[in-house]
């Protein structure tokens, strides 16, 4: 079946959303509209802070900059739908409109999972090679992860979408969440998916698994490091570091459970889901900034200088 039958069959995806009392759906649009402007404020504070700010041109803060901006990104691909949903008695997708939506999130989701082990290669040389870090950490390689992170983002949801793009939807069309979840809608073509089922849950679940676990395994490293080295820098450094841990942890931990296990019913969650959307970019900015000096500072110089300058004009 090409493609112009699978979309005559079904032009749109049912959203059964997260509630159907209408009481609810207006708390709810309150809720995740603020959350939503916490996200792209936050966020944004993050990049421009690190963009202007000459005492965060360094590789830690690089990478801190590009996770907001794939955060933001991340956020966007499905919140301000699920936002203008919450207005609407009857919540639907398009069918092009779902593929694009899922093809965004698992873009930006690839891309910020290996930019988070970027982040984790960029401690662990500040930490067990501090001497050789500038040397290591250069500018070609900073440039290199991030070119990394943005392939791999392509590549991961492109090896998924190119086959779920040519499934055929000819029956049911109602999705028991508020967004398009890649496992939901499998579930509904009319054809056999365990093949694709199986590359869901190896792309997204085993590999969020494993780099995971990789990660953790950094991570024990460096804090042996660090407690092996007790000083001030050791402190700093301590910090920083679990910043990172709770960042990766609040990241792969919703995405393991809705992809490793994604087709029984009990692990599609809408709180998982939810959490892994949108919850997690609100959180990010938030515990980078109150766990780290340098940002908070920077902050408050930045908002010093716009405010100097709106009292000037």
């Known amino acids: 079946m090409d493609l112009l039958n699978n979309r005559s069959s079904v032009s749109e995806f049912v959203l059964v959303g997260l509630s159907t009392s209408q009481e609810t759906q207006i708390l709810f649009f309150a809720i995740f509209f603020l959350v939503y402007v916490a996200i792209i404020v936050g966020n944004l504070l993050i990049v421009i802070s690190v963009i202007v700010d000459n005492h965060l041109h360094s590789p830690m803060y690089f990478f801190l900059a590009n996770l907001s901006f794939f955060d933001l990104c991340l956020s966007s691909a499905a919140t301000p739908k699920v936002i203008s949903d919450f207005l609407r008695k009857h919540k639907?997708?398009?069918?092009?409109?779902?593929?694009?939506?899922?093809?965004?999130?698992?873009?930006?989701?690839?891309?910020?999972?290996?930019?988070?082990?970027?982040?984790?290669?960029?401690r662990y040389v500040a930490i067990c090679k501090p001497l050789h870090y500038k040397t290591i950490m250069s500018h070609r390689v900073l440039t290199g992860f991030l070119l990394l992170s943005w392939v791999i983002g392509l590549i991961h949801t492109t090896s998924q979408m190119v086959f779920t793009v040519g499934l055929p939807f000819c029956g049911p069309n109602v999705l028991d969440s508020f967004f398009c979840d890649l496992p939901l809608?499998?579930?509904?073509?009319?054809?056999?998916t365990y093949i694709l089922e199986l590359l869901v849950i190896v792309n997204s679940g085993l590999l969020s698994l494993l780099c995971f676990i990789l990660l953790l395994i950094s991570y024990v490293v460096m804090l042996v490091t660090i407690w092996k080295h007790s000083s001030s820098a050791s402190s700093k450094a301590l910090s920083t570091l679990s910043a990172?841990?709770?960042?990766?942890?609040?990241?792969?931990?919703?995405?393991?459970?809705?992809?490793?296990f994604p087709f029984n019913g009990y692990s599609v969650d809408k709180f998982l889901s939810m959490f892994y959307s949108i919850i997690t970019p609100l959180l990010n900015p938030i515990i980078y900034t109150l766990r780290n000096q340098e940002m908070k500072a920077a902050i408050k110089r930045l908002s010093k200088h716009h405010i100097g300058a709106g009292l000037t004009h």
């Open 92 to 122: 639907t997708i398009s069918w092009w409109g779902c593929m694009t939506q899922m093809f965004f999130m698992h873009f930006f989701g690839g891309g910020e999972m290996s930019l988070l082990i970027a982040m984790a290669v960029d």
């Open 185 to 192: 809608v499998i579930k509904l073509a009319c054809t056999e």
């Open 244 to 260: 990172h841990i709770t960042v990766v942890t609040l990241f792969f931990g919703p995405a393991i459970f809705i992809y490793a």
